[in-house]
């Protein structure tokens, strides 16, 4: 397809891990991101991955990349009330940027 | 780290005047800015991309005299919505692109525009 897709809504218990998954369209994309989006606020970035690599770790967050099935996933351990929000896969591609539709994340105490 | 501001956060305005929308690099050189428009509850379309010293370029559909983007030095670019009709109330958000890495991009906080 040609937009990069995300399911729409998750919810989780605080405490567990949650995972976010992104299908995104191009594989030569070279850059693949994870923005957060709090209720009235801009983007914030999360973290990004290089296309030649399958993972990276920052503290809570992994990030796990399949080139062959343009499957991007966000792990976020140990999930908090405040990493409610929207969070946004984005891939660089013809030296641009390409959002997904956002996935809400929310915490439940 | 990189920082992009908006002004203003927020601003009510009356259809048929016109709005500024100001984005700045606070702490890095910008040769390329971008507009997006937030609707509720959906992903970020991409306006426009502005570039330093040059005219705007412009997604299809978005009209450019409605919009228009001055991006006069490398640390500022400004939307204007001309005569502004409720439709056009949105979150408008800008990002900026460091001059020396064309895969980073920083977002400013937004701006909500509500036209009554």
């Known amino acids: ?109 | 780290g990189a920082v992009v501001s908006q002004h203003p956060s927020r601003v009510i305005c009356k259809s048929g005047t016109s709005v500024k929308i100001e984005c700045r690099s606070l702490d890095f050189q910008a040769t390329t800015m971008f507009w997006y428009r937030q609707f509720p509850k959906q992903s970020l379309m991409l306006m426009a991309t502005s570039n330093e010293g040059s005219k705007a370029t412009y997604e299809q559909g978005v009209e450019k005299d409605k919009f228009l983007i001055n991006h006069a030095s490398l640390t500022l670019s400004t939307l204007t919505v001309t005569s502004a009709h409720p439709e056009d109330s949105s979150f408008y958000i800008c990002s900026a692109r460091d001059h020396g890495s064309s895969y980073e991009q920083y977002f400013g906080p937004g701006t909500r525009l509500t036209v009554t």
């Not at chain 1, 990004?48 to 080139?67: E, G, P």
């Open chain 1, 1 to 109: 397809g040609e937009d990069v897709e995300q399911s729409l809504f998750l919810s989780v218990r605080e405490g567990d891990s949650s995972v976010i998954n992104c299908t995104y369209t191009d594989s030569s994309s070279t850059y693949l991101y994870w923005y957060k989006q709090e209720p009235g606020a801009g983007l914030q970035l999360l973290t990004y991955i290089f296309s030649n690599m399958d993972m990276k770790q920052d503290q809570r967050l992994t990030v796990l990349l399949n080139k062959k099935d343009k499957h991007l996933s966000l792990r976020i351990a140990d999930t908090q009330t405040g990493d409610s929000a929207i969070y946004f896969c984005a891939e660089f591609r013809s030296n641009q940027f390409y959002f997904g539709t956002g996935t809400s994340l929310t915490v439940i105490p």
